[in-house]
Each structure stands twice: as C-alpha cells, then as structure tokens.
C-alpha cells in the first residue's frame, strides 16, 4: 500500500510540476506573446503547440532570445534579460515574434532584411518603422 501511495505521490508531484512549467510565459512578455497570438488569429494561424515556456534566462554572445522546440507540441523560448533592457517597445516585438515565429510557426532565419525571421540588426531597425507589412510576411 505504501508503494502504491508512493508511486502516486511522485507521479502527481510530477504532473503537477510539469503543468506549471510548460504553460509559463513571463508576465513582462506575456503582452507580446499576446498580440503574436492575436495577430496570428487575424490572419487565419492555426496553432498547434499546446504548451509553451516564455521566460527570461541567462545568454551569452549578445544573442536577444533562443527557440527550442520539442515535437509538436512543446517549446521553450528563453530571451536574454540584459539584453530585454536595453531594447526598446518595437525592439522588443521583434524579438519576441521572431522567437515564436521559430516556434509556433516552424520558419527558419531568412537571408534578407525585410523578414522579420532575419537575425540582423537592420531587420530590426526595418520592423521599428514597417512592422504591418513584416508581420504579415511571418504569418503567409
């Protein structure tokens, strides 16, 4: 009887734990993670991760945020907390959405600055002045 109370004392410990990460976007960008939804839904995205991180972390090499992806249904997105501070409103978009873009939406770096998949600063700098027609790019 105690193994079996035991076995169901780490198996809920477990479902438990992994239920609060796995649905875990930070407050501070849960806005941005928002309006990617949003703007996905006004263009007819059909998403299918089910469950998602979204939290700051620790990078090196001045890189803004990382994707993870695990099978269909599962991904970690971690952004660079020093550099979140240093970015501005629009700067901040453009990381976030670029991370979900890897994702939610399976899109890989692109060559070209008018994507906001590109992971050049001037991509960037674009999507400050021009984000409808970047954003659309993303969700075609």
């Not at 960008?29 to 263009?43: L, N, T």
């Not at 939610?104 to 999507?127: K, Q, T, V």
């Amino acid at each position: 009887m105690i193994r079996i109370a035991t076995i169901l004392l780490i198996f809920t410990s477990c479902s438990q734990f992994d239920s609060d990460y796995i649905n875990s976007v930070h407050p501070e960008i849960e806005p941005y993670y928002s309006a990617f939804i949003q703007d996905g839904k006004d263009r007819g995205a059909d998403f299918s991760l089910s469950s998602i991180v979204l939290q700051f972390d620790e990078l090196e090499g001045g890189i803004y945020g990382i994707s993870i992806k695990e099978g269909n249904y599962y991904a970690k997105i971690f952004i660079d907390r020093s550099e979140w501070d240093l970015l501005n409103e629009a700067d901040r978009y453009y990381t976030v959405y670029h991370e979900l873009g890897h994702a939610l939406l399976d899109r890989r770096h692109e060559d070209h600055n008018g994507s906001i998949m590109s992971s050049s600063r001037s991509a960037m700098n674009r999507f400050a002045n021009e984000p409808i027609p970047m954003i659309n790019e993303l969700f075609e």
